[in-house]
C-alpha cells in the first residue's frame, strides 16, 4: 500500500486512490491525443482544457462508482481500499461519483451534441459495469462499448466523424475482450468466491491469459491488414506493431500477475499510431 492515512498527506492520497487515477489519466491522455489527431493540430488551450474536463470527471465517477459497488466484497478481499479503511463513507463516495459524473457531462455540452452523446454513452458504458455487468458473462459489453465510444468522441469533439470510422468497432471488440481479461486476473479467485460469472471468471486464469494475449495480437494483426486497403502508409504503424508484439512476448513469458498496465499503455500508443495515418475522408 502506497499510502497511511496517518502519516502527513496520508488520508489525502488514499482518496486520490479512490478516484483509480492511473487508468483515468491513460483514458483523458489518450481522448486527448486521438481529438488532436482528428483536427490535424495540437488543440487550442480552450479546447484541451474542455477536454481534459470532459473525460477526467467521467473516468473518476466510474472509478468511485466500482469501489461503491464493491465496497462489502472488498471488506473480506480488499481491506486496503479507501472506502474499506473508512477514509470517505460511502454515501459521499456515491455522491461524488454522481457530481463528477454530471461535470464530465456539462463540459461535453459546451463542445457540440454529438460530444454529449458520446460521452453520455461512454459513462453509461461504465456505470452498467460498475453497478452489475460485471458480475455476468456479459461483463466484456461494457468495455466493447466503453473502447469504441472513446475515439468516436475524441473525433466528434472535433467535428470530424465519419462512416470510415466504423472500423473501429471490429478492433476495439479484439481490444476490449484482450484488456478485460487482462484487468480481471488478478481478481478471479476473489470473484469467484463472490460467485460472480464474469468472462475472466469463467476463463480461469489460463483462459483469459490467452484471451489477453492473443486478443490485443489479433488487433494488431487486423488493423496491420487494413492498412493498405484503409489508405494508410509510413513506418509508424509496422514499428509500433513491433513493438506491441514485444510487449506482448513479455507479457506471455513473465506470466506477470498484473498485466494489465503495461497492455493498457502498449494499446494507447498502438491505437493513437494507427489513428495518425487513417484518413477519414
Known sequence: ???????????????????????????????????????????????????????????????????????????????????????????????LAAVLGVAGLAVAA?????????AAGGLGAGLVYDLGLRQTPLSWVPWWAGMSILPLAAYASVGALAPRLLV????????????????????????????????????????SRVVAVAGLAGAGVLALTLLRPLGQSGPWVPASAGLLALMLLVVALARLERPFPVMAVGTALFGVTWLATLPIK
Open 1 to 95: 500500500m502506497w499510502w497511511d492515512e496517518r502519516a502527513p498527506g496520508g488520508r489525502l492520497k488514499g482518496l486520490i486512490f479512490l478516484l483509480h487515477p492511473g487508468p483515468s489519466v491513460l483514458v483523458t491522455a489518450t481522448f486527448v491525443a486521438i481529438a488532436g489527431l482528428a483536427l490535424g493540430a495540437v488543440p487550442n488551450a480552450s479546447l484541451s482544457v474542455r477536454l481534459v474536463l470532459l473525460m477526467l470527471p467521467i473516468q473518476f465517477a466510474i472509478g468511485v462508482t466500482n469501489d461503491v459497488a464493491d465496497m462489502r466484497a472488498d471488506a473480506t478481499m480488499k481491506p486496503h481500499k479507501p472506502l474499506v479503511r473508512g477514509l470517505v463513507g460511502r454515501r459521499t463516495a456515491a455522491v
Open 110 to 118: 459546451t463542445i457540440n451534441l454529438p460530444t454529449l452523446a458520446m
Open 168 to 207: 473501429l468497432l471490429p478492433l476495439t471488440l479484439l481490444v476490449a475482450l484482450a484488456l478485460h481479461c487482462a484487468n480481471g486476473l488478478p481478481d478471479i479467485a476473489s470473484d469467484r468466491a463472490a460467485g460472480r460469472t464474469s468472462l475472466p471468471v469463467l476463463l480461469g486464469v489460463r483462459g
